[in-house]
């Protein structure tokens, strides 16, 4: 005896179905947790993740530029050099976010989302993850005693993943 069509082919992750199972179809599911859906969700959330952290790491790299820019004119223009340091760690932090935000729509998430009201969650996300980075360096920074570059990439890895939840589910959701 054969299963019928289509018995066990992939179905989405929320399956509702409004035809019958007498007639071919299957039984109305509020919720389907299937391995199929699951292991596909599970492998696009990953790549995503993965991409992700690239275009965070080309975010440092934009952020150190943008800096160090900021800093060498700064000093050019004979100006006060800690409120230099602080007005350049500003603009970079500016800089990166929009870098950021464009390459994680584009490649990333592949969103077609109005820009304003994604780009302010996204934004909204980076002032969090931001604090949250701060707060996470400091307190390993004068909890534990730890030299300044492994706080800075402990509260990295700390904050990323976080980082990742909010945008994929608020900023790009949908994506």
Not at 105 to 122: D, G, H, I, P, Q
Request: charged letters at 15%.
């Amino acid at each position: 005896m054969r299963a019928p069509a289509g018995l066990f082919a992939p179905r989405p992750f929320a399956y509702h179905e409004t035809r019958s199972p007498a007639a071919g179809g299957y039984a109305a599911r509020p919720f389907s947790l299937d391995w199929w859906s699951v292991s596909t969700r599970f492998k696009r959330t990953f790549k995503q993740f993965i991409k992700f952290c690239f275009v965070g790491g080309s975010g440092v790299l934009v952020n150190l530029c943008v800096f160090n820019l900021v800093l060498l004119v700064w000093h050019l223009a004979a100006q006060p050099q800690h409120l230099g340091e602080y007005i350049a760690n500003c603009l970079g932090f500016v800089v990166s976010v929009l870098s950021n935000y464009y390459l994680n729509r584009r490649w990333t998430f592949r969103s077609k989302s109005a820009v304003a009201k994604e780009l302010t969650k996204f934004f909204t996300v980076s002032i969090i993850a931001y604090f949250a980075n701060l707060a996470i360096f400091t307190l390993s920074r004068h909890g534990l005693h730890l030299g300044p570059n492994v706080c800075q990439l402990l509260a990295i890895a700390c904050v990323m993943p976080i980082n990742f939840v909010l945008n994929k589910l608020w900023s790009f959701r949908g994506a």
